[in-house]
């Protein structure tokens, strides 16, 4: 008879139910509905919130109604709730709880976690770093344990702690965590924490079990699905039961909600079970917001993570050369840097050439010179004028056998003209028509500004109002012909990516902005962070403000001060910041010298003090569009740079 594995026990005595109905994204108007289904429908016992969800004042309401029509005894659900980062202080511990409690309209929660070791400022929205303060977990801790005591907390723990940082924990906490609530699914296993709470008598939980969709497509998980007649959820979640730890699945589908449930008169057999651990393993919520080069305590993922996500970014970024670097300090690691993953699982060089303004006769030899010197990235534009001559050179080089077309990342844009469904693949074609190539690594739309076809200047009367999300979908069409590799953007605002998400079937990979030391785009770069869309800085050496001879980001005085502490060129300085903030750069010259110069920017770092000299630079921004002809006060979308860049200037 197959183990029913119904329920798990806590340190404290307690059983908590091991399939929960996640929350999370769950819109308040429906939530008290969802919540209905799953507990007098399907028969759901678990439910897991968190103030950060938005929706626990709606299922407050569902529980109330759910408890007063006799649907369910109080004694026989389980609620979890979490505490926040800007509550970390112990008396806002007791009031953020307290609210907890009145929203949800119960006299107590089965379990209470610190939701993430970071800390905001109090009453910040936690969207800025200047937000980001050192935590004090002890003291956090501390008010948990008196949350316990009083009964109004049944059970305390944590989530998202790394094995150090629950060690730490566990050094001089009175009573120690009953949960850590992690992400875990066959894509990210966490067999060494997995380990490490069993020895200490701690419960894993185990959050998003179902990862994303391309986990449920994974190919070992659908082989198994259709050997035991099952859903490839069943099998992710049923994994998660076997393997000892609760899961916390979430849907609003009454179909699926009742299919997620049904794991529990069934197993996977040890053979298939085993072929399971063959998944390759890929973190999906690393906490990069949480991490800043100034505020807060974790100037790295390494840091966030003590390690225990770095290995899965060595793995697919950064092994390039000998470990013998590797240490606890990551800004070390990065100098191994050469290539960034996208939300697409392709790699990205994190140095690209960029061929804008390298003239026609010139730019070859520059291709030639780049691919000797190592360069592996070149970014080109239909508008830069030179993409026939730049063929001719990749041609050369392939038939001279000094580079292979699959070891080059080769990205163009879509412009202006060419924003219509029907013109966009022909666009695409004429690329690669000139660049002599079957296909692209990466695709982007190079404005958010559309033109009228075939016309040849930036007279204002050229300008249409452009349709995005008209445009885009035939972008989409482009990836899945094989033509584009990956699809992104250029010069799109938070808000215009945003907007973009919303209706994407494929999320753009990458946005191409202007990026350095003078405009940092400290907005935009964690925006980009947290929904998985790489930020590429082009002008990562700034150039001259119109009107001016004076290079922004070159000149500036700070920059001058670093490389010469550092003994590095400015332009290097400013290179090897891009990296060390986490975005790709893309810097131009047909300078045999200073294109070698812009490349050895991988065996040396910035230091923390220094990093932050930088962060303090002023922000100037150089490509407005304004200079472009994209604003006008009759015709197209834009009447102004606020309108432009939605405020972002």
């Given at each position: 008879?197959?183990?029913?594995?119904?329920?798990?026990?806590?340190?404290?005595?307690?059983?908590?139910?091991?399939?929960?109905?996640?929350?999370?994204?769950?819109?308040?108007?429906?939530?008290?509905?969802?919540?209905?289904?799953?507990?007098?429908?399907?028969?759901?016992?678990?439910?897991?919130?968190?103030?950060?969800?938005?929706?626990?004042?709606?299922?407050?309401?569902?529980?109330?109604?759910?408890?007063?029509?006799?649907?369910?005894?109080?004694?026989?659900?389980?609620?979890?709730?979490?505490?926040?980062?800007?509550?970390?202080?112990?008396?806002?511990?007791?009031?953020?709880?307290?609210?907890?409690?009145?929203?949800?309209?119960?006299?107590?929660?089965?379990?209470?976690?610190?939701?993430?070791?970071?800390?905001?400022?109090?009453?910040?929205?936690?969207?800025?770093?200047?937000?980001?303060?050192?935590?004090?977990?002890?003291?956090?801790?501390?008010?948990?344990?008196?949350?316990?005591?009083?009964?109004?907390?049944?059970?305390?723990?944590?989530?998202?702690?790394?094995?150090?940082?629950?060690?730490?924990?566990?050094?001089?906490?009175?009573?120690?965590?009953?949960?850590?609530?992690?992400?875990?699914?066959?894509?990210?296993?966490?067999?060494?924490?997995?380990?490490?709470?069993?020895?200490?008598?701690?419960?894993?939980?185990?959050?998003?079990?179902?990862?994303?969709?391309?986990?449920?497509?994974?190919?070992?998980?659908?082989?198994?699905?259709?050997?035991?007649?099952?859903?490839?959820?069943?099998?992710?979640?049923?994994?998660?039961?076997?393997?000892?730890?609760?899961?916390?699945?979430?849907?609003?589908?009454?179909?699926?909600?009742?299919?997620?449930?049904?794991?529990?008169?069934?197993?996977?057999?040890?053979?298939?079970?085993?072929?399971?651990?063959?998944?390759?393993?890929?973190?999906?919520?690393?906490?990069?917001?949480?991490?800043?080069?100034?505020?807060?305590?974790?100037?790295?993922?390494?840091?966030?993570?003590?390690?225990?996500?770095?290995?899965?970014?060595?793995?697919?970024?950064?092994?390039?050369?000998?470990?013998?670097?590797?240490?606890?300090?990551?800004?070390?690691?990065?100098?191994?840097?050469?290539?960034?993953?996208?939300?697409?699982?392709?790699?990205?060089?994190?140095?690209?050439?960029?061929?804008?303004?390298?003239?026609?006769?010139?730019?070859?030899?520059?291709?030639?010179?780049?691919?000797?010197?190592?360069?592996?990235?070149?970014?080109?534009?239909?508008?830069?004028?030179?993409?026939?001559?730049?063929?001719?050179?990749?041609?050369?080089?392939?038939?001279?056998?000094?580079?292979?077309?699959?070891?080059?990342?080769?990205?163009?844009?879509?412009?202006?003209?060419?924003?219509?469904?029907?013109?966009?693949?022909?666009?695409?074609?004429?690329?690669?028509?000139?660049?002599?190539?079957?296909?692209?690594?990466?695709?982007?739309?190079?404005?958010?500004?559309?033109?009228?076809?075939?016309?040849?200047?930036?007279?204002?009367?050229?300008?249409?109002?452009?349709?995005?999300?008209?445009?885009?979908?035939?972008?989409?069409?482009?990836?899945?012909?094989?033509?584009?590799?990956?699809?992104?953007?250029?010069?799109?605002?938070?808000?215009?990516?945003?907007?973009?998400?919303?209706?994407?079937?494929?999320?753009?990979?990458?946005?191409?902005?202007?990026?350095?030391?003078?405009?940092?785009?400290?907005?935009?770069r964690l925006f980009c962070k947290s929904n998985k869309v790489h930020l590429s800085g082009y002008s990562p050496l700034g150039s001259q403000m119109i009107g001016s001879k004076e290079n922004v980001v070159l000149n500036n005085p700070v920059i001058g001060m670093v490389a010469e502490k550092l003994d590095k060129t400015r332009a290097q300085v400013v290179l090897r910041w891009g990296l060390q903030i986490g975005h790709s750069v893309l810097p131009?010259?047909?300078?045999?010298?200073?294109?070698?110069?812009?490349?050895?920017?991988?065996?040396?770092?910035?230091?923390?003090?220094?990093?932050?000299?930088?962060?303090?630079?002023?922000?100037?921004?150089?490509?407005?569009?304004?200079?472009?002809?994209?604003?006008?006060?009759?015709?197209?979308?834009?009447?102004?740079?606020?309108?432009?860049?939605?405020?972002?200037?």
């Amino acid at each position: 008879m197959e183990e029913k594995i119904e329920n798990v026990k806590l340190n404290t005595g307690a059983m908590m139910p091991s399939i929960g109905l996640g929350t999370y994204k769950i819109p308040p108007a429906i939530v008290a509905d969802v919540i209905f289904t799953a507990i007098a429908k399907v028969g759901y016992r678990h439910i897991d919130c968190a103030p950060l969800y938005g929706n626990q004042k709606q299922i407050g309401h569902g529980l109330k109604k759910l408890l007063q029509d006799g649907v369910v005894n109080r004694k026989d659900l389980w609620v979890t709730s979490k505490l926040w980062c800007t509550d970390h202080e112990p008396d806002d511990v007791v009031k953020a709880f307290n609210q907890t409690l009145q929203d949800l309209q119960l006299d107590y929660v089965d379990l209470y976690l610190i939701h993430w070791p970071v800390s905001f400022k109090k009453g910040s929205d936690g969207t800025k770093p200047e937000d980001l303060i050192h935590p004090d977990i002890p003291k956090t801790w501390t008010a948990m344990e008196a949350l316990l005591e009083s009964g109004k907390a049944r059970a305390i723990g944590v989530s998202n702690f790394s094995s150090k940082k629950l060690d730490d924990l566990l050094k001089v906490a009175r009573i120690p965590p009953a949960v850590n609530q992690v992400e875990c699914h066959p894509s990210w296993q966490q067999p060494k924490l997995r380990t490490f709470c069993e020895s200490k008598g701690i419960h894993l939980s185990g959050y998003a079990p179902l990862g994303r969709n391309d986990i449920l497509k994974n190919p070992i998980i659908v082989m198994i699905s259709e050997k035991l007649g099952k859903s490839p959820a069943q099998v992710a979640l049923r994994w998660g039961l076997q393997m000892g730890h609760s899961v916390v699945p979430k849907s609003s589908n009454e179909d699926r909600l009742k299919e997620n449930f049904n794991i529990l008169d069934w197993s996977l057999p040890e053979d298939l079970l085993a072929k399971l651990s063959d998944i390759k393993q890929e973190k999906l919520v690393t906490g990069s917001t949480f991490v800043h080069e100034t505020f807060g305590p974790y100037r790295t993922i390494e840091e966030l993570w003590d390690g225990e996500e770095i290995r899965r970014q060595l793995e697919f970024i950064f092994i390039l050369r000998p470990l013998k670097f590797l240490t606890d300090k990551y800004c070390l690691v990065l100098h191994m840097a050469k290539f960034f993953v996208l939300n697409n699982g392709t790699k990205i060089p994190s140095v690209g050439f960029g061929t804008a303004r390298a003239a026609p006769g010139l730019v070859a030899h520059a291709i030639a010179t780049v691919i000797k010197t190592g360069y592996r990235q070149l970014d080109c534009s239909p508008v830069y004028g030179n993409e026939k001559e730049i063929g001719d050179a990749l041609k050369q080089l392939f038939a001279d056998g000094l580079v292979k077309r699959e070891e080059l990342w080769i990205t163009s844009k879509l412009w202006c003209t060419d924003h219509l469904p029907e013109h966009v693949p022909k666009a695409l074609d004429k690329t690669l028509q000139d660049l002599q190539l079957d296909y692209l690594d990466l695709y982007l739309i190079h404005w958010p500004v559309s033109m009228k076809k075939e016309s040849m200047s930036m007279d204002p009367e050229n300008l249409t109002q452009p349709d995005i999300a008209a445009t885009w979908k035939a972008m989409e069409e482009l990836n899945h012909s094989g033509k584009a590799r990956a699809i992104g953007v250029s010069n799109f605002s938070t808000k215009k990516l945003q907007t973009l998400l919303e209706t994407a079937r494929v999320p753009p990979a990458v946005n191409q902005v202007e990026c350095h030391p003078a405009w940092q785009q400290h907005k935009l770069r964690l925006f980009c962070k947290s929904n998985k869309v790489h930020l590429s800085g082009y002008s990562p050496l700034g150039s001259q403000m119109i009107g001016s001879k004076e290079n922004v980001v070159l000149n500036n005085p700070v920059i001058g001060m670093v490389a010469e502490k550092l003994d590095k060129t400015r332009a290097q300085v400013v290179l090897r910041w891009g990296l060390q903030i986490g975005h790709s750069v893309l810097p131009k010259s047909v300078n045999d010298e200073r294109i070698k110069e812009n490349l050895d920017i991988f065996d040396w770092s910035i230091p923390k003090d220094l990093l932050h000299k930088i962060s303090e630079i002023v922000q100037v921004k150089v490509l407005t569009g304004a200079e472009l002809g994209f604003l006008h006060e009759t015709f197209g979308q834009y009447r102004s740079l606020e309108q432009l860049w939605d405020g972002e200037i």
